[in-house]
């Protein structure tokens, strides 16, 4: 008679068990189980009672079938393997091995924190999220170019805009690195190789500025705070943007971001603008992702007749005389009326909660004193007009 190689499961308790006592006798640990000395189908019990001298081989059988031979003396002694799962094959286990399984899993799914605790921020905007909503304790490291908030000042600088000390980084031991832009993508390939987690966001729309402060928030294991901080913030625009629509009209502006070659406003300034009440002069240029294609000739820009020059030159200090020196600029009604403004680039061009609060009031101000006819003083004699003395620098 053919016998099936999986209907018969050894019991594990007793390793050295004579098979024809195994077979006939149901021990009280067995008989918890509601099983004899095997688990087996029908047939196989009326195989086994019949034919009592096939025991051995049987049990020789079993062992063969759950992946591990048993061997002839073995058979031929009486002794059975321990016990195999009718799923896996594999041994069952006493209660101290599932216990041991069990807390070798805890700590091993315990070996990581559920979100990442120690977090190097490559650019301003990641680390006053972080601050804002309340997660300061997770921040490492910061870029050099921090400002905002100051105490951020404080952590390791491991970085510039475009270029940062790996091994500074890594003595820091994040658990989380986040960069911003295409022109991050090598540092960021160098820490992913070194096998650093690293997360680059490259948000050019205010709408998307709000996506990553919810993205960063939730990649700390804080959506809700992010989540609040990012509707606070459309909060305050939708006010801005209610005061500006009572402007008595919208002023055209150019806005610049670095004066050689002239660069227009990157998308969230030249949206700000338009929020603000102004008319951007280059607006076509803001669905390039690269500066490349929002370069200007002077002369061009001259011919779109700003009303209103705004100047922040990533990090450098605007000066007056270069942009009124321009092939076409002395024209310009900005030039003729004295509108040329600088902002600070701390508040304006980092996309996150700075260009979305001070960076947006400062352009308010300014579109809103030219929209009226006024001017706003500037900083210091000679200096390029500037928004501090209303809003606070």
Wanted: proline share 6%.
């Amino acid at each position: 008679m053919s016998i099936s190689r999986q209907s018969f499961v050894c019991i594990a308790s007793q390793p050295q068990v004579n098979t024809a006592s195994a077979l006939a006798t149901k021990p009280a640990w067995a008989a918890q189980r509601g099983e004899g000395g095997f688990a087996r189908s029908r047939s196989e019990v009326g195989t086994s009672r019949r034919y009592p001298a096939r025991q051995a081989h049987i049990a020789a059988d079993v062992g063969a079938g759950a992946g591990a031979p048993l061997g002839a003396d073995a058979a031929r002694d009486g002794r059975l393997r321990a016990p195999r799962s009718l799923i896996s094959g594999s041994p069952r286990r006493s209660r101290r091995g599932e216990d041991t399984i069990v807390n070798a899993a805890a700590d091993l799914l315990a070996a990581a924190p559920p979100y990442p605790r120690r977090v190097v921020c490559l650019t301003e905007e990641t680390t006053e999220t972080l601050y804002r909503i309340g997660a300061a304790d997770l921040v490492v490291g910061v870029s050099g170019f921090t400002v905002r908030p100051p105490e951020a000042r404080r952590k390791p600088r491991v970085s510039s805009f475009l270029s940062a000390d790996a091994e500074a980084i890594l003595a820091l031991r994040p658990d989380l690195v986040v960069g911003f832009s295409d022109l991050q993508a090598d540092i960021a390939r160098d820490l992913v190789r070194r096998g650093v987690p690293v997360l680059v966001t490259n948000q050019r729309s205010v709408a998307e500025i709000l996506q990553v402060v919810r993205l960063v928030a939730a990649a700390v294991g804080r959506a809700e705070a992010g989540a609040a901080l990012a509707d606070d913030l459309a909060a305050g625009l939708s006010r801005v943007a209610d005061a500006a629509s009572s402007l008595p009209r919208r002023p055209r502006a150019f806005f610049e971001e670095w004066p050689e070659p002239l660069i227009s406003g990157i998308r969230w300034v030249s949206e700000l603008v338009e929020l603000c009440g102004g008319e951007d002069v280059c607006a076509e240029s803001r669905s390039s992702h690269a500066a490349s294609g929002r370069i200007f000739e002077p002369a061009e820009v001259a011919r779109r007749d700003p009303e209103v020059v705004i100047a922040s030159w990533c990090g450098k200090k605007a000066r007056r005389e270069i942009i009124a020196a321009r092939p076409g600029f002395a024209a310009t009604r900005a030039v003729r009326d004295d509108q040329l403004y600088e902002v600070k680039s701390a508040i304006i061009l980092q996309p996150g909660p700075a260009a979305l609060t001070d960076g947006v009031a400062h352009l308010a101000a300014i579109l809103g004193a030219v929209a009226r006819g006024e001017r706003l003083p500037p900083r210091r004699d000679g200096e390029l007009r500037a928004a501090d003395a209303r809003v606070g620098g």
